[in-house]
C-alpha cells in the first residue's frame, strides 16, 4: 500500500508558521498535484513528506506506517527535483544505476531494472552518453528514470519541467502521464504553479492559499478532481486562480430570493443566478463569477465595448468594458471579424454564473427542478 495521510502538518521557521494544520489523504495510485501562487509552501509540504524538511506538528504516514522519525532514504519514496542533478561524469547507464549498486542488488537485478526503465522512457540509444551530450529533455528523462528503477511506494516531482521550454514540456507532459498508468498502483505527487500541468495531470489537486489577513500561513483552498475546482470552485480564490483567463467578477447586492435562486442587483441591472441561496438575505453583498466561454455574444440585454482583442488561432478573447465592474469582461469567442472600439450585445446564462457570498465562499449550485425554475425566470425576464 502507498497511501499518504499527513494529519494536522504544520510547520514553521524560527517563530514564523508557514503550514497551517494541514490534513490531506492522497490513495493508492492517485496523481496528486500541489498548486498555489508563488511561496505558498508547495515544495516545502512536498520535502516533509520525503522527509528533507521536518513537521513542527503532526503526523506523516506512508502506507500506514508513520514515518515522521524515518530517514528520507527509509521511507521508500523517490524525488525528481528542478534541476536534474545527475552525475556529470558519469553515462546515463550509470547514472541510472548507481542508487540500486549502493543497494546492493544483484547484478542481474540492476541490469533488468535499468534496461526496462529506459525503454520506457526512450533512453536505450543514449545509456552510453554523459549528461553533456543531452539535450534539457533528455536528461530530465534520466533523472525520471533514475527514480522508476528504485520502484518505490510514492514517485515526488517538484517542477520537473520548470526548466524545459514550451514543445519539451508538452512532450515530457505525456511521457509522465503514461508512466503514470503504466505504474498505476504507486502513487504521485506532484508540485507546480503550471496550471496546464496541474489540470492535464491530476487525478486529484491541492491548491494551496495563504491565509486571508496572515499571508505567510498556509492552508489548504481546496480539494478535488481537476473538472470538480473548475466547475465547483468552493470560494472566490479557487475560482480565480484555477483558470485562464481568470472568471470573471462583478459586485453586486440581493435584490431577491426565490426558488429558481437568487436575483441580483448589479450596476442597475437584474441578474438571476441559479445557487441556493441559504442564509443570504436582499441588501447583502455579493459576488458573481462567470467563466469568459460562458458569456454569449451577440444577443441580451447588456452590452459593452471592445477595448482589447487577444486572437489565438482557433478562438479568440475578446476584452469588453462595460457598466458592470470596472474591469473589463473576458469573453472567449470563435468570432475573428470583431473589431476594437464596436459595441457587442450580451448575456450571462443564469445557469452559469456563480455566486459568493460577502466572505468569497461559494453558494452551491442549483440542480433539478430549481435549476429549470432558474432558467424560466431567465427566460421570463425576455433575455
Same mark, same amino acid.
Not at 141 to 164: C, H, M, Q, T, Y
Not at 203 to 208: Q, S
Given at each position: 500500500?502507498?497511501?499518504?495521510?499527513?494529519?494536522?502538518?504544520?510547520?514553521?521557521?524560527g517563530?514564523?508558521s508557514?503550514?497551517?494544520?494541514?490534513?490531506?489523504?492522497?490513495?493508492?495510485?492517485?496523481?496528486?498535484?500541489?498548486?498555489?501562487p508563488s511561496?505558498?509552501?508547495?515544495?516545502?509540504?512536498?520535502?516533509?513528506?520525503?522527509?528533507?524538511?521536518?513537521?513542527?506538528?503532526?503526523?506523516?504516514?506512508?502506507?500506514?506506517?508513520r514515518?515522521?522519525?524515518?530517514e528520507?532514504?527509509? =521511507?521508500?519514496?523517490?524525488?525528481?527535483?528542478?534541476?536534474?542533478?545527475?552525475?556529470?561524469?558519469?553515462?546515463?547507464?550509470?547514472?541510472?544505476?548507481?542508487?540500486?549498486?549502493?543497494?546492493?542488488?544483484?547484478?542481474?537485478?540492476?541490469?533488468?531494472?535499468?534496461?526496462?526503465?529506459?525503454?520506457?522512457?526512450?533512453?536505450?540509444?543514449?545509456?552510453?552518453?554523459?549528461?553533456?551530450?543531452?539535450?534539457?529533455?533528455?536528461?530530465?528523462?534520466?533523472?525520471?528514470? =533514475?527514480?522508476?528503477?528504485?520502484?518505490?511506494?510514492?514517485?515526488?516531482f517538484?517542477?520537473?519541467?520548470s526548466?524545459?521550454d514550451?514543445?519539451?514540456?508538452?512532450k515530457?507532459?505525456?511521457?509522465?502521464?503514461?508512466l503514470?498508468?503504466?505504474?498505476?498502483?504507486?502513487?504521485?505527487?506532484y508540485?507546480?504553479?503550471?496550471?496546464?500541468?496541474?489540470?492535464?495531470?491530476?487525478?486529484?489537486?491541492?491548491?494551496l492559499?495563504?491565509?486571508?489577513?496572515?499571508?505567510?500561513?498556509?492552508?489548504i483552498?481546496?480539494?478535488?478532481?481537476?473538472?470538480?475546482?473548475?466547475?465547483?470552485?468552493?470560494?472566490?480564490?479557487?475560482?480565480?486562480?484555477?483558470?485562464?483567463?481568470?472568471?470573471?467578477?462583478?459586485?453586486?447586492k440581493?435584490?431577491?430570493?426565490?426558488?429558481?435562486?437568487?436575483?441580483?442587483?448589479?450596476?442597475?441591472?437584474?441578474?438571476?443566478?441559479?445557487?441556493?441561496?441559504?442564509?443570504?438575505?436582499?441588501?447583502?453583498?455579493?459576488?458573481?463569477?462567470?467563466?469568459?466561454?460562458?458569456?454569449?455574444?451577440?444577443s441580451?440585454?447588456?452590452?459593452?465595448?471592445?477595448?482589447?482583442?487577444?486572437h489565438?488561432?482557433?478562438?479568440?478573447?475578446?476584452?469588453?468594458?462595460?457598466?458592470?465592474?470596472?474591469?473589463?469582461?473576458?469573453?472567449?469567442?470563435?468570432?475573428?471579424?470583431?473589431?476594437l472600439?464596436? =459595441?457587442?450585445?450580451?448575456?450571462?446564462?443564469?445557469?452559469?454564473?456563480?455566486?459568493?457570498?460577502?466572505?468569497?465562499?461559494?453558494?452551491?449550485?442549483?440542480?433539478?427542478?430549481g435549476?429549470?425554475?432558474?432558467?424560466?425566470?431567465?427566460?421570463?425576464?425576455?433575455?
Amino acid at each position: 500500500m502507498s497511501t499518504i495521510q499527513l494529519s494536522g502538518v504544520q510547520k514553521g521557521f524560527g517563530a514564523t508558521s508557514v503550514l497551517s494544520g494541514v490534513d490531506l489523504t492522497i490513495e493508492q495510485g492517485e496523481f496528486c498535484v500541489f498548486i498555489g501562487p508563488s511561496g505558498c509552501g508547495k515544495s516545502t509540504l512536498l520535502r516533509i513528506i520525503a522527509g528533507l524538511e521536518d513537521p513542527s506538528d503532526g503526523d506523516i504516514r506512508i502506507g500506514g506506517v508513520r514515518v515522521n522519525d524515518l530517514e528520507p532514504a527509509k =521511507r521508500d519514496v523517490a524525488m525528481v527535483f528542478q534541476s536534474y542533478a545527475l552525475y556529470p561524469h558519469m553515462t546515463v547507464k550509470q547514472n541510472l544505476e548507481f542508487g540500486l549498486k549502493h543497494q546492493k542488488l544483484p547484478a542481474a537485478e540492476i541490469d533488468k531494472r535499468v534496461a526496462a526503465a529506459a525503454e520506457s522512457l526512450h533512453l536505450t540509444p543514449l545509456l552510453d552518453r554523459k549528461p553533456g551530450a543531452l539535450s534539457g529533455g533528455q536528461r530530465q528523462r534520466v533523472a525520471i528514470g =533514475r527514480a522508476i528503477v528504485r520502484k518505490p511506494k510514492v514517485f515526488l516531482f517538484d517542477e520537473p519541467l520548470s526548466n524545459l521550454d514550451a514543445a519539451l514540456r508538452v512532450k515530457t507532459r505525456v511521457e509522465i502521464a503514461k508512466l503514470h498508468r503504466e505504474l498505476n498502483s504507486t502513487s504521485m505527487i506532484y508540485v507546480t504553479h503550471d496550471q496546464v500541468e496541474a489540470m492535464t495531470l491530476a487525478d486529484k489537486i491541492v491548491l494551496l492559499r495563504p491565509l486571508a489577513g496572515q499571508e505567510h500561513l498556509v492552508s489548504i483552498a481546496q480539494v478535488g478532481s481537476p473538472l470538480e475546482l473548475y466547475h465547483h470552485p468552493a470560494n472566490r480564490f479557487v475560482a480565480g486562480f484555477i483558470g485562464s483567463p481568470s472568471m470573471n467578477f462583478i459586485a453586486g447586492k440581493v435584490a431577491a430570493l426565490g426558488d429558481g435562486g437568487v436575483v441580483t442587483d448589479v450596476a442597475e441591472h437584474k441578474l438571476n443566478v441559479a445557487v441556493v441561496p441559504g442564509a443570504l438575505k436582499a441588501g447583502d453583498a455579493v459576488t458573481l463569477g462567470i467563466r469568459p466561454e460562458h458569456i454569449e455574444l451577440g444577443s441580451g440585454s447588456l452590452s459593452g465595448e471592445v477595448v482589447h482583442v487577444e486572437h489565438l488561432g482557433e478562438h479568440a478573447y475578446v476584452y469588453l468594458n462595460t457598466a458592470l465592474s470596472n474591469q473589463p469582461l473576458v469573453v472567449k469567442s470563435a468570432r475573428h471579424d470583431i473589431e476594437l472600439g464596436s =459595441r457587442l450585445r450580451f448575456s450571462l446564462p443564469t445557469t452559469s454564473l456563480h455566486l459568493f457570498d460577502r466572505d468569497d465562499v461559494a453558494l452551491p449550485r442549483l440542480v433539478g427542478k430549481g435549476r429549470m425554475a432558474a432558467q424560466l425566470m431567465e427566460l421570463s425576464a425576455g433575455k
